[in-house]
Structure formats: C-alpha cells, structure tokens
C-alpha cells in the first residue's frame, strides 16, 4: 500500500511550544485532503502542534500545509524529505499566496482550493509527472464532498474535535484579511442535507462527543442558510461555537435559534475601539457605537462573547491600548484577543505597506499576529509590542477576571463558570506569549 504523509508544521518557529494546549483546534484542511486520497493509499496526519514528525518513515509521497507563520518550518520539513528523494507537495494560504516561493521548496504547489485538483495531483505523482503549480479553474461545489478523515488525528489533545465547515468565502475583503483572496469574495455552501448528516455521523454519547466548533469565518453571513440549519440541529442537543460578526446580533430570531441550537460561544472580530481604524480597515458595516448592545443582545441568548483586537493600525497612537482595554470591558466582552496588526502576503495591507516601505520584518515566522512586523505610522515597533503584551497581562489581570466573573453571575452559572475557566487558560498563555513577542528586530 502507498503512503501518503500530510503535516500541519508547528505554528511558528517564533513561538515557544506551550506545555498546555487548551485552545487547540484540529487543522481541518488535512482531514479534508486526507478524504480525497484514493483508498489504496495510507494516509498519516501530523499536527506538530501536539506531536513531533518522525523523519524515519518510508513514505510515498509528503503534503504540507502552511499559514505564513508556519512557512519556514514548512520549508525545512520539505527540504529534509526532498533530501531523502521523497516528494513533496505544498498548499495552504501561504503557498497560495506566494506560489513561485513555495515552489522552491517543494515538487508541486496546490494554489487555492484542493477539491477539485487533488485527484491529478496523485495521478501525476504515481506517474512522476507532477506539475510545479496546481490550481483549479472554479471554485470547487462543496455539495456531497466526502466527510473530512478527523479519524486520522489524535482527537483526545483538541479542545474540541468535531470541527465542521460549513461556507467558504466571504464578500467583505477587510483589507488585513486573506480569506478573500483564498476563498473568494461571495458565500459558497454545504447544502444543509448535507451538514446535518454530517453531524449525526459525528455526534456520539460522551459530553465531549456533542461538541462542536463551526470553523466558518462568519458562521451568520447567509441568515437564511443559517436559520435552515441550526433549526435543523436542534434535536441533536449539541453544544457549539463558532465565528460570527457582530451584525447578528440584528437578527433576532437568528439569536432564537442559535441559543436553541446549542451556541454557547462566538468569537467575534470587533478589531478595534475606533471607528477610524475600522474604516480604514474596509470593515464600516461595524459601529463601535452599537458593539455594547449588540453583545448585551447575544449575552441575553446565554451566548458568550470573545472578542478579537487588533493595534497598529495607522490611527492608533500610544493611548490605544488602554482605550482598548477599557473599551472591551465596558463593552462586556467575556474574553479577548489582541493581535498586532500583520501584513499578511496577499492582503490589501501587505500591498500598501510594501509600497510604503514600511515592513520591517521579511522573517515568515514572525508573521504571528504576536509580532510587530512593519513600522507603524503612529508609535515605534518597540511601543507597539510593548503596548500589545500590555493589554494582555491587564485584561487577563486576576482584578479584571474577578470583576469579569462577577458581571457573569448574571448570565447564570452556567455560562458563567465556562467563561471563568477560558479567562484563566488564557492567562495560563501569557507566560509563554510574552517569552515569545520578545522583541529582536
Ligand atoms: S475579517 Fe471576517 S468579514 Fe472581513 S474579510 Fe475576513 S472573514 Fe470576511
């Protein structure tokens, strides 16, 4: 039987590995191409998040998988098993965003989707015909795809393992984001027949088992679809979360049949206290004068909140960070996350910050949204990362999480003491985040 050997590398060479790992999610897109690979093959998946590759296996042929700060790893992995003849094809939102790069380390690069190329992909590789670059005219039809290989990985070590995708795409093009470029820029999806199955296959008896995180980018972007589905998943009494925008909070009977459905947590992309850096963001269809309602709207469907920040936009100055700070308690987010603006290859901020010459950083692994990677128009690098490591350690300070938990209290305990326990496994990161960001520009 042939081998097939798929790696998701470690998330960066930049980052310590945390001794705990209590946000891991399963990388979704190696199950998928797992359930593309004809059955004669044996397929391996390695997450290097939760294990180490091992070198020493005969293999037929390498795939890899890489973000931008999985980049360098990615290469040195390919590099080493070039080495030992073996070869290797690359894909992810890296490669597909800088092809003639990836191509230097590896036999083949998949540019964008994978469904409807994967197939020549193996032909070619059996007959050693293999193209240098693969990339498929349409956007593939995410109608009756094969059930993603989550089998292949260790589920124990995921905070939670069934993890589904319902849509692709998305028609905002915020301009630091990369999945319009990957995805598109208008909502593909799964025809709910289809998800629903896929969930009943998924669901089993342990608690564990009824978890489930929606990988979506805006799990609410097509209300309709949204509706139809989550009604549907109603009787399977599973518990979820997902990424939404806050513009859900709009649609009321969404929120019914969310808080229905099992929702019990969204992360949420509120990017920042200002409505300058949201503008120049391209992401006006947010108001920051309405994200305290809209949260108020969603804590009253038992639903709770993470929001995402981010600083080193160009409107941001020095007092950004506690602004921020204190905007997203008064906002009564229940946890947070915030990133320092990155450039990523391929979005509308890497063009203008190369044009002017603003990065300072061309080191891949950097690219952590932990790093400061450009010159920012408002502070030094130095302050922006000092500013960011600041708002960490004060949002997630033991005053603020104590205070946090007592506004929780109103939601009932059971949304509550969840809330508490993400708030001190965040913390439990801080450490290792810090060691990480140290500044050696
Ligand atoms: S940040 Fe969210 S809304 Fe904006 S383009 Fe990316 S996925 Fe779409």
Redesign the pocket.
């Given at each position: 039987m042939k081998k097939l050997l798929l790696i998701s590398p470690f998330f960066s060479d930049r980052v310590k590995k945390p001794t705990e790992k209590p946000f891991l999610i399963p990388p979704l897109n190696l199950p998928i191409v797992a359930s593309l690979t004809p059955q004669d093959y044996e397929v391996v998946l390695v997450d290097e998040n939760i294990e180490d590759t091992d070198f020493e296996q005969d293999v037929d042929l390498v795939g890899i998988t890489a973000m931008t700060a999985q980049a360098p790893r990615a290469y040195r992995i390919a590099d080493t098993w070039r080495k030992r003849g073996v070869r290797v094809v690359m894909g992810g939102i890296h490669p597909t965003a800088v092809p003639e790069e990836a191509a230097q380390h590896s036999d083949a690069v998949v540019i964008g989707e994978v469904e409807n190329i994967w197939a020549q992909v193996i032909k070619d590789a059996e007959t050693n015909g293999l193209k240098k670059f693969y990339r498929s005219v349409e956007r593939p039809c995410l109608k009756e795809l094969p059930y993603p290989r989550l089998d292949l990985l260790r589920s124990d070590r995921y905070i939670v393992c069934n993890v589904i995708q319902v849509f692709r795409g998305?028609p905002?093009?915020?301009r630091?984001?990369s999945?319009?470029n990957f995805f598109g820029n208008t909502y593909r999806y799964k025809p709910v027949d289809d998800v629903v199955r896929e969930v009943q296959l998924r669901v089993g008896d342990t608690r564990k088992s009824r978890f489930f995180g929606f990988v979506d980018?805006?799990i609410g972007g097509l209300p309709s679809y949204a509706k139809e589905l989550f009604t549907r998943l109603i009787p399977f009494h599973i518990i979820w979360g997902g990424q939404a925008?806050l513009t859900i909070a709009r649609d009321r009977e969404l929120m019914r049949i969310f808080e229905r459905s099992g929702c019990k947590a969204l992360f949420i992309?509120l990017e920042s206290a200002s409505q300058a850096a949201l503008h120049e963001s391209n992401?006006n269809f947010l108001k920051v004068s309405q994200f305290k309602e809209a949260i108020k709207i969603i804590h009253d469907h038992g639903i709770g909140v993470e929001g995402a920040f981010i600083f080193g936009f160009d409107d941001d100055d020095h007092g950004v960070f506690e602004r921020t700070v204190e905007f997203a308690d008064r906002i009564g987010v229940d946890a947070a996350q915030f990133g320092i603006l990155t450039p990523f290859p391929g979005t509308a901020v890497w063009e203008k910050m190369v044009q002017e010459h603003r990065i300072i950083s061309d080191d891949w692994a950097r690219y952590t949204i932990g790093h400061v990677v450009f010159d920012p128009k408002k502070m030094s690098p130095e302050r922006l990362q000092e500013g960011a490591d600041w708002a960490w350690r004060e949002f997630y300070s033991l005053r603020k999480i104590g205070k946090r938990f007592i506004r929780s209290l109103n939601y009932g305990l059971k949304l509550a003491v969840p809330i508490l326990i993400f708030q001190f496994a965040y913390r439990s990161l801080l450490k290792t985040r810090e060691n990480s960001s140290k500044l050696d520009l």
């Open positions: 998305c905002f093009n915020c630091f984001c999945v319009t980018d805006n925008s992309g992401k």
